[in-house]
C-alpha cells in the first residue's frame, strides 16, 4: 500500500510523522475525503475547492498546487488498484517547536491515501437510526480542519445508543450529523440548515440540492428543530461516503412510517445516475 507524503507517492511504511507536526499536538490543519467511484474521482473540482477554502480560513498555504496533488493521486489510485473507495486528504502546519503561534519556518506537510471503500446499498435501502446530540463544537464549522473530537465523542454516543449517527443540534435547532449533513421533508419540501458558519457545506449536499431542482422538488436551506425532525414526513443524511442515507427513526421515535419515502428514493435513483458504469 502506498501513500502521498509531500510531492511523492511512496510505500506507507516509508511515511515518518514527527511527533512535533502541529496536525499532532494542536490539529493545525484541514482535510478532505474524496469519493471514487469506477477509479474516478466523483464530484474532485468541488472538494479541491472546500479543502483551498479551508487552507485559506485557517492560514495555512497549501505547498502543492492542485494539478500536481490530482496527479498523485491518480498515481496513488492505480498503485494500490482503488477502483471505488475514498481518497483522505490531509494539510498540516508542518514540524515546529510547541507554541500557539504561527511558525515562521514550517513547512506545511500534506499526506494521502486511498483505501477502498463499498457503497452502503443495504443501509441505502433499509434506511438507518439516529440519535440527537447537543452541537457542543466551535463556531467554524464550515472549515473541514482536524478538530473533530466533538464530532467523534457524538458518534460514540450513538453507537452506545444503537444508532448509526448523531445529529446535532444547537438549542433545539439541527445543524448537520456527526460526519453528514442533515435534511427532511415535509409536505413535499425538502429543508436542510443553511450553508453558513455553524455547519460544514457539503460537496453531496450542494448534489442533492442540485438533483432536487431538476427533478421539480422544492428545497429550502432553512433551519428545523428536533421536534420538526420528529414530525417530519421524511429525514435523510447526505455526505461522501452515506451518499443519500435515509433515516428511518430519531431517538425512539419513527420519521414517517418508519420506512425510506418517495422524496428519498427518486433522489437516490437520480444520485445513482451520475455514477460512473463500473
Not at 111 to 121: H, I, L, N, S, T
Not at 163 to 171: F, G, K, P
Request: overall charge neutral.
Amino acid at each position: 500500500m502506498h501513500m502521498i507524503y509531500g510531492n511523492r507517492v511512496v510505500r506507507r511504511e516509508d511515511v515518518r510523522i514527527s511527533p512535533l507536526d502541529r496536525g499532532y499536538y494542536f490539529g493545525d490543519g484541514v482535510y478532505e475525503v474524496i469519493r471514487v467511484y469506477a477509479g474516478r474521482l466523483f464530484e474532485a473540482d468541488a472538494h479541491f475547492r472546500r479543502l483551498a477554502r479551508s487552507a485559506e480560513g485557517i492560514g495555512l498555504k497549501p505547498p502543492i498546487a492542485t494539478n500536481e496533488l490530482r496527479g498523485l493521486i491518480d498515481r496513488l489510485l492505480a498503485l494500490d488498484g482503488v477502483t471505488d473507495g475514498t481518497v483522505y486528504l490531509q494539510m498540516t502546519r508542518g514540524v515546529a517547536p510547541r507554541t500557539h503561534a504561527f511558525p515562521s519556518a514550517a513547512e506545511p506537510v500534506v499526506v494521502g491515501w486511498a483505501d477502498p471503500y463499498e457503497r452502503p446499498v443495504a443501509a441505502m435501502e433499509q434506511g438507518v437510526r439516529v440519535v440527537t446530540v447537543a452541537d457542543i463544537r466551535w463556531l467554524r464549522c464550515d472549515l473541514k480542519t482536524l478538530n473533530l473530537l466533538p464530532n467523534v465523542l457524538a458518534r460514540q454516543q450513538a453507537v452506545e445508543r444503537g444508532a448509526a449517527e448523531a445529529v446535532l443540534h444547537r438549542d433545539g435547532v439541527v445543524t448537520e450529523a456527526s460526519a453528514a449533513n442533515v435534511m427532511i421533508v415535509k409536505n413535499g419540501i425538502i429543508r436542510t440548515h443553511p450553508a453558513d458558519h455553524r455547519i460544514l457545506r457539503g460537496v453531496t449536499r450542494d448534489v442533492v440540492l442540485r438533483l432536487a431542482c431538476g427533478l421539480g422538488i422544492a428545497a429550502e436551506e432553512t433551519p428545523f428543530t428536533v421536534d420538526e425532525l420528529y414530525a417530519a414526513d421524511e429525514a435523510f443524511l447526505t455526505g461522501t461516503t452515506v451518499e443519500i442515507m435515509p433515516i428511518v427513526e430519531a431517538d425512539g421515535r419513527p420519521i414517517g412510517d418508519g420506512r425510506p419515502g418517495p422524496v428519498v428514493r427518486r433522489l437516490q435513483r437520480a444520485f445513482a445516475e451520475l455514477l460512473p458504469e463500473t
